[in-house]
């Protein structure tokens, strides 16, 4: 919400697996994530992507919405547009895995990490420092942004069992 000084978007929200991406962008999908400025060109940029079959749908559904999706698992075709409409500030937002953190340049204004903890179930560990700061580091670029946010989504439970185990 907002006007674009006191707006926390574009924004990168990172999980860490392909699922949890898709889940994340199904929730914020009904929301009201752009404004006026970025709808009309936005809707014409989506309105020129012919993707039948696959996901092509259901991302092109998404991008429409202002959330992007993505991931590794995404053929290279839909990861660009994904980087080229975010780039341009088109997008709101773009949840994707932390393979965004290293190698592709996609600064934002806010990164939002929905966990602290990252690995299969029983095996869960603690994201280590070199890993968040490589996320974290996306935010507020000074030769793309006046500010960054960062925002770490620690569970309870993470916190008290990581604790314990110290």
Not at 13 to 41: H, T, Y
Not at 67 to 85: F, Q, T
Not at 109 to 118: D, I, P
Request: aromatic share 8%; with cysteine.
């Amino acid at each position: 919400k907002g006007d674009d000084a006191t707006r926390k978007t574009p924004a990168l929200v990172f999980a860490f697996n392909r699922d949890e991406c898709w889940s994340i962008a199904e929730q914020l999908k009904g929301l009201d994530m752009l404004n006026a400025a970025q709808k009309k060109p936005l809707h014409e940029a989506c309105d020129k992507l012919d993707w039948p079959q696959g996901v092509g749908p259901k991302l092109k559904q998404m991008l429409g919405r202002g959330i992007g999706v993505h991931h590794a698992g995404l053929l290279p075709k839909y990861r660009r547009v994904v980087e080229e409409l975010f780039e341009k500030k088109w997008l709101a937002v773009v949840v994707c895995t932390e393979t965004l953190g290293a190698g592709i340049n996609l600064p934002a204004r806010s990164v939002v990490l929905t966990s602290l903890v990252k690995g299969p179930f029983g095996k869960q560990k603690l994201v280590d420092a070199s890993s968040a700061q490589q996320i974290f580091g996306r935010a507020g670029r000074p030769q793309f942004d006046t500010e960054g946010h960062v925002y770490a989504l620690a569970h309870e439970d993470d916190v008290k069992l990581l604790r314990w185990k110290v």
